[in-house]
């Protein structure tokens, strides 16, 4: 197992085009988070998935973001008419169910896809 | 809600030593954490406190005390790829969410 990957590393897009993303994580962890995170901030919660479910949704996160976890394995995160706002790093992680080794331990997170809206 | 506040940057020299303070008000409490950024990667853990008191790992230390809403993470021997932003996060209850303070940057100097 190689970790969390995320794809692609990198995106520019227009202001108004549609982005997603891709995050695998590692492959027994049931739980991936997805967080954002702007220069000179740390990373802000969005979204939180247990398997194929999603279980609670920041309100930063408005009607434009959208999640998934089909099949409780890769998850996608999309963004519609993206605005310069938008621009950040998009970190994915996960973590296994609870344990005493895995509470220790906290994440495992992605390399991150960096947005830039132009 | 979560309120974490941690100084924004410090700079030491090489082969000293570095504390980096972390005080928060949580509406719930699940552990602390410490995590490295390099500029431009994913955060990697350090260490973690659930329980009052010093976790030691080879070169970093990291102290809690939940009576005070408090932790520091100590640096020694400072190395010059010890640079770096030190993200401080706690942990809530299941799911398990981990909010970030803003991070701090430090900067070893030769």
């Known amino acids: 197992d190689t970790g969390v990957s995320q794809n692609p590393r990198h995106k520019i897009t227009k202001r108004g085009q549609n982005v997603t993303f891709r995050c695998d994580p590692i492959?027994?962890?049931?739980?991936l988070y997805w967080y954002r995170q702007t220069l000179g901030q740390g990373p802000e919660f969005l979204t939180y998935f247990q398997n194929e479910a999603q279980l609670e949704k920041s309100r930063l996160l408005s009607d434009r973001f959208s999640a998934e976890r089909p099949k409780g394995s890769f998850s996608t995160l999309e963004i519609q008419r993206t605005e310069q706002g938008d621009s950040a790093m998009y970190l994915c992680?996960?973590?296994?169910?609870?344990?005493?080794?895995?509470?220790?331990?906290?994440?495992?997170f992605g390399s991150g896809t960096r947005l830039t809206v132009v | 809600g979560q309120n974490i506040d941690q100084p924004t940057e410090m700079t030491a020299t090489e082969g000293a030593i570095v504390q980096i303070n972390c005080t928060y008000q949580?509406?719930?409490?699940?552990?602390l954490f410490w995590y490295q950024q390099h500029a431009g990667e994913a955060p990697t853990f350090l260490s973690y406190n659930v329980l009052d008191g010093l976790e030691e790992k080879g070169r970093f230390s990291s102290f809690l005390s939940r009576s005070k809403g408090y932790s520091y993470l100590l640096l020694k021997e400072l190395q010059m790829k010890d640079s770096a932003s030190y993200l401080c996060a706690v942990r809530d209850a299941p799911p398990h969410k981990l909010s970030f303070g803003a991070g701090t940057t430090v900067t070893v100097r030769a």
């Open positions: 992680a996960s973590s296994s169910r609870d344990s005493a080794q895995s509470l220790g331990y906290g994440y495992t």
């Open positions: 492959s027994e962890h049931n739980r």
């Open positions: 949580t509406s719930g409490f699940n552990g």
